[in-house]
C-alpha cells in the first residue's frame, strides 16, 4: 500500500546506513509509506519512485498512477538496462555462495537476494515494500522471475534504490547455474489485444477503448470490451478443463466445459461489466490515489451466455439447510502469481441462489466462445456486482461461512470516507464492494472540444448504468454546469436493431445509452456539459468529485463533466 | 395541480366576466395555473390563492405549503365564517330551485353549485381547480361536504373568488332542507394526537415529531411515529374486519383478524418508514414546489408483526403460474374520500412474494395492536419502499398484471427533472417511487443553534437510511460545508439496549442512528454543518438541493446541512 506523505518530514526509501526519517534530498527528498499488504496485484500498479527534488511533484503523481507507471517503464527501460551493470563483479565486496544466501529468509537471519550476480541484503526494506511482504518469497533466491512478473519494478530507481543494499557478489560458479535457469515471461503468451485500447498497464494488461467508440455500440465487440487482469493471461486446455465445485454436502464436484455446456440449460444475459476504479482519473485530479488511472471507459455491455450458478449449485447439493450456515460463494480463478496464489473474489450466497440473480458460469460473450482477456473457457458473470467479482478462468466455486479471504475481497476494492487516510484506514471496517452506485458519463463530445457557432446546437452523447439491477430511468444533461438541464434520449439498442426487452424489476443488469441535442446557448463561448442519472430506486449521482474521493479511487461516480469552447463563426469582409 | 407562474402575463382566477390571462393587480395579480388532476389527497395540500399584490410571493410560498395553508387555515377561519354572510338570501340575483341547480351538472349544461344558500355557476372554473375535475362531483349540489373533508377550502381567498361566481340564490324552501341535512366533519372521530407533534395539516392529519425527539430513541414510540394521513381516519370494528384476497386462481379469500393472526405464522421486522415528502421544506427555499412542507422528521423507525403477505398469498392460490401474467400486487385501504375512492398503491410482486422481502401485513406496532393513525387493525409494511405504498387500513389485495390506478400510484410520489414543470411533465414517464434512496439528516443541533467556545467541542446526532434493504455503512460529518470530514459512530439501538443483530444482505430495513463528537475548529465563528450517508451499494447523496428539485418536492436527499454559531467567551475583567 502507498501513501504520499509531506515532503519535509519523511523518507523511508535509502539503503540501511541512512537513518529513517532523516530527509536525504539529492536521493529521496519525498518519501512514499509503505504498508505491508498480502496483495499480489490488485487494482494497482505498486510503484516505486525516487526522483529529483525540483520534480518530485509530477514524477510521482505520474508514476502512482497506473498510466504513469507504465509511461515510466517505456521511458526508464532503456536507461535500467544500462545500469544492469550495478550486478557486475567488479566491486570489492565479499564473495558468496549461493548456499550462504540460501540461509537468509528471514527477518531474524536476514533478507537477502541476488540479481544478475550481486548479493543483496534487503532486510530493512522489507517493512517499506510497496508490494508488502510477499518480497519475503524471494529471500534466499534470484529476484529476476518476480520482477518478470511484476513488470512495475523494471525502472531505474528500483534499479538505484537495491544498489543501496548490496553487500556481495555471488561466487561465479553459483552466477553460471543461475544464468542457465532461463527467466521467462510469464505474460509471453498474452493475447493479441487490438491497438486502438489506452493502456493503462502492460503487465498485467489493462487497458479501455477510447470513450466514442464505447458509446458507438450498445453491445460492446469483445475487442473493445475494457480489459482488466491482475495476473498473466492463464493457457487453459478446454479438453482438460475441470471446474470444481466445494463446501457443499454432497462432497466435491468436478464438472467438464462439456459437462457445463450438456447438463445444464443455457441461459443468456445482457450484462454491463464496470471495474471499481472507473473514472479514478478524476480523483486523481483532486488528490493522488493509488490505482490504475481509469478514464472513463473501464465500463463495457455483452451479452454473456452459459449455466446459471444457481443451477450448477443445486446439482452439487445446495439446498435450503446450506443457508443456515453457508453466506458467502467464493470464486478461485486459474490465473495465478509465482507463489500459486489464484485470484480470488466472493458474493453473497443470496446473490448466487436466486432464480432473479441471474448469475452465470459464462462460456459464451456476443455468442462467441470466450476470448482469453476474458476468461476462457469459463468465467462468472454477475450481474449488477462490481467487475472484481466477475472471476475469469473459473477454476474453483466455494460455497462458505466466510467471505473470499483473498487481498482483493479484504484488503483492496472497498470505499472509505475522503478524511481516511493511509494512516487511519481500517480496511475491515468497510464492506466489500458489491452492487455499484448509480453511474453515467459523457462520451461525446470530449473534453476540450470545439464546436462551430453555425451548428447551432450540440448533440450530447453517453452511458448510463447503475448496480444491483436497478434500471436507469432518467438522464440529465446540462449545458451550464448544473443550472438548466435537459432530459436525454434513452436507448437499449444499436440503430437499425430491435431494443432489448424491458427486463423484469431488480434484474436491469445492462446499461442505456443515451443522447440529447440541445441549442447552444447565444451567450455562452464554453459549455460546461455535466450528465447525470437517476435510477429507479431514485439514487442520483454526486455532485463533485471531492466528497467522494477515497484512498484507493474506487467508487468515482460523481456528475461527469467536460468543457466545450465555442468558436464563433469568422467575419467574412 | 398548481404551477406557479411568472406575475406578468397570467391570472387564471377571478369571475368569468374577467377575461383570462388579463392582469387584474387589485385582485389577483399572480397566478396559479390549474391543471386537472383526478387526485383527492395526494402529498399535498391543494391551494387556492389570492392575495394583495405587495404581498403576493411571500403569501402564495406560505399557503402553497402545507404548513403554511395549516397556518392560513388557523389565522382566516374566523374571518372567514364573516364573509360566509356572502351566502345570506340578500342579493337581487335570481331565485333557483334545487331541482334547477341539479340540472346543471355536466361543461355543457354548466356547473352549478350551491353554498350557504348561494348559488354558483363554476362551469369556468373547473379547468383551474386545483383538484381537477374531482370538482364535478360537486355538481348540482351543495359543496359543504366535500369542503368538510378538504378542508384546505376553509380559507377566506376561497371563498372570495367563489362569490365571484354567484349566480343567484337556492329557494327557501330548498335552503330549509339543505340546513335540515346536518353537515358531519369526517375528521371528527379522528384520534387524539401528542401536542408535541408538528402539523403539517390537520385534515387530513399529517404532522411529524420534532427532530430531537426522533433520535432520541431507536424505536419510535408511536405517538411520535410521524403521521401521514390522506384521509379521514376510518373507524374499523376488528370483530367484523375482512381482508379481501383477489385476482389468483383459487378466486377471493377473505380472511378475519383473527384468521390473520392464526393461519399464519407471525413475523416480526424491524423497519423504518419514510414519507416521498421528508425534507421537502428544503426544495421550497429552492423553488416552491406543491405539497406538504415536511421538515426532517417525516421518518420514524418501529418494530412491525404481522402475517407475511407471502404466506397469505401462496394460501390464496399464488403459485409461480401466476408470476406468468401478474406482476403487481394492490393494496386498497379502507380510508375513503366521498365519492368512495379509497387510497390505494401497488409494489412489484416480486417484492410482494419473495421470501426476503418480508412485507407483512401488520397488526402490531412495537408489540402493541396498531394505533388508529397508523392503520389499525391491519396495515401493510413493505420494508424498504416508500412510506405511500405502506398502505394503512388495509381492506383489499388484489394480484394484478397492472400497478395500481389509484392517483397516487400514477399521477404522484413519481420523480422528474428539476427541468420539467407543470407544463411539460408526462407522469407516464417517470416510474412509481417504490425503493427509496440514501438518505440522512442532522437532528442535533439544530439550525441556528449556538455553541460556547469554552464546550471546545460539539457533537452532532442525526439518522441515516436507504431503502430496498440496502445497510447504511457509513456517514461523513462535516463541520466545514463539506471541506473535511469525520466518520460518524452508527448504532442499532438505544442506550442500555442490545443492538439489533446484523440483517442479512439485502435485508436492512431498519435507519441507523449516528453521532460525532468533533473539537471546535480554533478559527471558525460559524460552523457549517453537513452529514452524508453511504450505504452497502455505495450510493451517496447528492451536494445540493437544487440539482434534485423536482415539481412534487418528493426524494429531497442532498446533503442536510445546519448551520451553528460558536459564542466566544465573554472577557472578564
Redesign the interface.
Known amino acids: 500500500m502507498l501513501l504520499l506523505r509531506g515532503c519535509h518530514s519523511l523518507t523511508r526509501f535509502g539503503p540501511r546506513s541512512i537513518q529513517r526519517h532523516q530527509v536525504v534530498p539529492a536521493v529521496a527528498p519525498c518519501a512514499v509509506r509503505l504498508c505491508s499488504s498480502s496483495g499480489g496485484g490488485g487494482d494497482d500498479q505498486r510503484s516505486y519512485q525516487r526522483s529529483p527534488s525540483l520534480t518530485w511533484t509530477h514524477g510521482l503523481a505520474g508514476l502512482l498512477a497506473g498510466t504513469g507507471a507504465v509511461l515510466a517503464y517505456g521511458l526508464h527501460q532503456h536507461k535500467a538496462e544500462q545500469v544492469d551493470t550495478i550486478g557486475a563483479q567488479s566491486s570489492s565486496l565479499p564473495i558468496f555462495s549461493q548456499e550462504e544466501v540460501t540461509k537468509h529468509r528471514s527477518l531474524e537471519d536476514g533478507v537477502w537476494v541476488t540479481y544478475k550476480g550481486g548479493v543483496y541484503d534487503i532486510t530493512e526494506f522489507v517493512a517499506m515494500h510497496p508490494g508488502g511482504d510477499k518480497i519475503l518469497l524471494a529471500a534466499g533466491g534470484a529476484i529476476e522471475p518476480f520482477w518478470a512478473l511484476y513488470a512495475v519494478h523494471n525502472q531505474e530507481h528500483v534499479l538505484e534504490m537495491l544498489s543501496g543494499y548490496k553487500v556481495g557478489e555471488l561466487s561465479a560458479e553459483d552466477r553460471k547455474k543461475q544464468q542457465a535457469v532461463k527467466s521467462s515471461d510469464p505474460y509471453s503468451s498474452d493475447p493479441e489485444r487490438h491497438p486502438v485500447l489506452r493502456i493503462n498497464s502492460l503487465k498485467p494488461f489493462n487497458a479501455e477503448p477510447p470513450p466514442e467508440i464505447l458509446s458507438d455500440s450498445y453491445i460492446t465487440p469483445p475487442a473493445f470490451f475494457f480489459k482488466r487482469n491482475h495476473l498473466p493471461v492463464p493457457q487453459v486446455d478446454p479438453a482438460s478443463y475441470q471446474l470444481h465445485v466445494e463446501g457443499l454436502p454432497g462432497g466435491s464436484l468436478m464438472l467438464s466445459l462439456q459437462d457445463l455446456k450438456t447438463r445444464f440449460p443455457k441461459y443468456t444475459v445482457t450484462a454491463t461489466l464496470q471495474c471499481a476504479g472507473n473514472r479514478r482519473s478524476e480523483m486523481n485530479k483532486v488528490k493522488q490515489v493509488k490505482g490504475l488511472n481509469w478514464g472513463i471507459a473501464a465500463i463495457s455491455n455483452a451479452t454473456w451466455s452459459g449455466a446459471k450458478l444457481r443451477d450448477v449449485l443445486l446439482a452439487a447439493g445446495y439446498g435450503p439447510n446450506v443457508a443456515q450456515w453457508a453466506?458467502h460463494v467464493q470464486f478461485e480463478g486459474l490465473d495465478a502469481d509465482v507463489t500459486g496464489t489464484s485470484y480470488g473474489a466472493s458474493i453473497?450466497l443470496?446473490?448466487a441462489v436466486s432464480e432473479?440473480g441471474d448469475v452465470l458460469l459464462a462460456y459464451e460473450m456476443n455468442g462467441e466462445e470466450l476470448p482469453a482477456d476474458h476468461g476462457f473457457p469459463v468465467r462468472v458473470v454477475v450481474p449488477g456486482t462490481v467487475g472484481a467479482r466477475n472471476v475469469k478462468w473459473l477454476g474453483k466455486i466455494i460455497v462458505s461461512a466466510d467471505e473470499s479471504g483473498s487481498h482483493w475481497q479484504q484488503n483492496d476494492y472497498k470505499?472509505?470516507?475522503?478524511?481516511?487516510d493511509w494512516d487511519t484506514v481500517d480496511f475491515k471496517s468497510?464492506?466489500a464492494?458489491?452492487?455499484?452506485?448509480?453511474q453515467s458519463a459523457i462520451t461525446t463530445p470530449a473534453d476540450g472540444a470545439v464546436v462551430d457557432r453555425s451548428e447551432e446546437e450540440v448533440t450530447v452523447k453517453g452511458y448510463a448504468w447503475s448496480?444491483?439491477g436497478?434500471e436507469v430511468?432518467?438522464v440529465?444533461v446540462s449545458l451550464d454546469g448544473?443550472k438548466?438541464?435537459?432530459?436525454a434520449r434513452l436507448r437499449t439498442n444499436d440503430k437499425g436493431q430491435a431494443a432489448e426487452p424491458s427486463p423484469?424489476?431488480?434484474r436491469a443488469w445492462a446499461w442505456k445509452l443515451w443522447e440529447v441535442t440541445a441549442p447552444l446557448p447565444t451567450e455562452a463561448q464554453e459549455l460546461e456539459i455535466v450528465c447525470?442519472a437517476?435510477d429507479?430506486?431514485?439514487?442520483?449521482?454526486?455532485?463533485?468529485v471531492a466528497?467522494?474521493w477515497n484512498l484507493r479511487g474506487v467508487?468515482s461516480?460523481a456528475w461527469h463533466r467536460v468543457k466545450v469552447t465555442i468558436r464563433e463563426d469568422e467575419e467574412e469582409e
Chains 1, 2 share one sequence.
Open positions: 453466506q453473497p443470496n446473490k432473479d470505499g472509505f470516507s475522503p478524511g481516511t468497510a464492506p464492494i458489491q452492487e455499484l452506485p448509480i448496480g444491483g436497478r430511468v432518467r440529465d448544473g438548466t438541464w435537459h432530459v423484469p424489476p431488480g447525470k437517476v429507479n430506486s431514485y439514487n442520483m449521482q454526486p455532485d463533485t466528497p467522494t467508487l461516480n
